[in-house]
């Protein structure tokens, strides 16, 4: 049982940095929109891997959940989710704002890779899009053609 504490401490800590980094994809995606969508392009910039670490995030989550409920009863699995929801609101404070150089530069990396991908491919439709979002985020998009 005190290693389902363990994971679940784990878990808070990486439910916070995942809706930190979240939070930082939507700050970022507004501002390099020019309209007043709810959500700017933060789905263009937020790097494809985030998604499939959150969906093992999620997993986990219910995992320990459904352990907790099926090895103590189900108040111990609203235990369980109550402490993941209130650690990681306790632990986001620990993780670098969403507006932090942290999280822009691996926003930015990953649509410098999707853009070199994109030109490699000949896909130019895409490249060209994530080459604006790039310019308009500051990046030097020459830079990476030319490499």
Excluded: C
């Amino acid at each position: 049982m005190a290693l389902l504490w363990v994971a679940v401490v784990i878990l808070a800590f990486a439910f916070a940095y995942s809706l930190q980094f979240t939070a930082a994809t939507l700050m970022m995606g507004r501002a390099l929109s020019d309209s007043e969508s709810g959500t700017g392009f933060q789905d263009a910039i937020t790097p494809p891997w985030k998604t499939r670490i959150d969906l093992g995030i999620y997993a986990a989550i219910l995992g320990a959940i459904g352990l907790g409920g099926w090895w103590k009863g189900p108040w111990d699995a609203v235990l369980i989710l109550l402490s993941i929801l209130i650690g990681a609101m306790v632990v986001r404070r620990l993780f670098p704002a969403p507006d932090s150089a942290h999280y822009r530069t691996l926003v930015i990396r990953s649509m410098s890779w999707r853009y070199a991908n994109f030109v490699k491919h000949g896909d130019t439709v895409r490249a060209g899009v994530m080459g604006m979002l790039l310019r308009k985020a500051g990046a030097d998009v020459d830079s990476l053609h030319a490499a």
